[in-house]
């Protein structure tokens, strides 16, 4: 399902700790928070893998909390 749709869509495809943890944490250590956030609000479709099997920390939660709001406002 997701490869049909990932066709149509310009996307980004990432399992939950995966993003957290080589993205997010390293973009927010070297400045690359901001752009990178904003990148993951502006994709078409953001496919988001393997929920419920991470445990995440406080800061990994505010951080998804923090793209899912952008990309609903």
């Known amino acids: 399902m997701f490869e049909t749709l990932a066709r149509d ?6 399992e ?11 973009a927010r250590l ?4 901001p ?3 904003d990148k993951l609000v502006r ?3 953001l496919i988001l893998d393997d929920w419920g099997t991470p445990s995440l920390t406080d800061q ?5 909390l923090e793209i ?3 990309r609903d406002a």
């Open 35 to 37: 752009r990178l956030v």
């Open 60 to 64: 990994q939660r505010l951080d998804l």
């Open 9 to 14: 869509y310009a996307h980004i495809s990432a």
């Open 68 to 70: 899912f709001r952008d």
């Open 16 to 26: 939950i700790a995966a993003l957290d943890e080589k993205l997010l944490a390293l």
């Open 43 to 45: 994709v078409q479709l």
């Open 30 to 33: 070297d400045g690359r928070f």
